[in-house]
């Protein structure tokens, strides 16, 4: 499976890697990103990535065996533990300092879209998992059989910006009363009969902005997102870049919020102060770069 990386000339850009130094990547997914900036850390680089989902770390370790003179750490673990992944890499490998470079390029991997048996895309018939670490946690199926309309609709809003959250929710706590919501589909068939035919958007599929939300809510993925970019942030080297590639404006909030809480307080600064975006020739040709935003904050020499 051939696998692009999302900006991948801006994320070398701002991260500068060099020979021998230390990159941390929170969310290795397969390894594009890596196995690139691992490329520029030889000899005596030292790479260290996290994802909690052991399918792509599985995935990733495959491919990074290709980096000659790098030492890889991989850790089966959320971003939110990765100052202690890091902590625990540098101290068997006998290095000093923090990291030179780390990303965070959140969200799902295009393999979680095409895997059905994820129930993450509404155009695959599958259950309603939504789980990237399937090893723990309460699934989309459950989260729709238990929660109140208020709470559903308060999730579809927050996290999908969802116009029809009331509604769908309504239709929602309708349709389990008769059987349970399991599927994709069946949860597609709540969205189609919640939003009119004539309202529906044409330039997205009407349940995107509810399939987004489930699985942000399933993953808890915007909770503590603030505390552990601050902490990545603290591990890094003097000199050293933390780039964050997100997908949606809930992801963006948090992540420019703590950047600038960083530059404010001293000792960090805002590479750019907006957020850098995908070009139109990468958007043409990797359509799901569209709604990519990257930001970066540099720790002072
Ligand atoms: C967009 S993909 C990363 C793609 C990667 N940069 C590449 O080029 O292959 C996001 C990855 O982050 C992982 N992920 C999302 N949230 C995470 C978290 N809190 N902790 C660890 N991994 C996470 C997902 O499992 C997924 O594999």
């Known amino acids: 499976m051939t696998h692009v990386p999302v900006m991948p000339v801006e994320v070398l850009a701002a991260l500068r890697p060099g020979v021998g130094q230390t990159y941390l990547d929170g969310t290795l997914g397969l390894g594009g990103h890596a196995l690139q900036v691992g490329a520029k850390l ?88 939504m789980r990237m670490d ?30 029809w959250a009331r509604k769908i929710a309504s239709v929602i706590v309708e349709r389990r009363k008769q059987s349970p919501i399991r599927t994709t589909d069946d949860l597609v068939e709540c969205v189609y009969s919640a939003i009119p035919a004539a309202k529906r958007e044409r330039r997205i599929h009407p349940a995107t902005r509810t399939f987004q939300a489930l699985r942000v809510a399933v993953n808890h993925e915007l909770e503590e997102l603030s505390e552990a970019i601050a902490r990545i942030a603290q591990c890094l080297a003097p000199g050293g870049t933390l780039v964050v590639l997100s997908y949606h404006s809930g992801e963006d909030r948090h992540v420019k919020h703590v950047f600038r809480e960083l530059s404010q307080e001293g000792g960090y600064e805002t590479l750019s102060k907006r957020p850098i975006v995908p070009t139109e020739t990468e958007v043409r040709a990797n359509p799901k770069s569209r709604s990519a935003k990257m930001r970066a904050l540099r720790r002072c020499a």
């Open 134 to 163: 399937r090893r723990r946690g309460e699934t989309a199926a459950g989260l729709l059989a238990r929660l109140t309309a208020a709470e559903l609709e308060n999730i579809l809003l927050e996290y999908g910006g969802e116009h």
């Open 42 to 129: 030889a000899p005596g680089g030292l790479l260290v990535g996290l994802d909690w989902d052991e399918t792509m770390l599985a995935e990733a370790r495959g491919r990074l065996h290709a980096l000659a003179n790098v030492t890889v750490e991989l850790y089966l673990a959320d971003f939110r533990e990765a100052a202690g992944c890091l902590g625990d890499a540098l101290r068997r490998h006998e290095r000093q300092g923090g990291a030179d470079a780390a990303l965070l390029d959140l969200g799902v991997n295009n393999m979680h879209f095409e895997d059905a048996g994820r129930g993450m895309s509404f155009l695959r018939t599958g259950p309603l998992d």
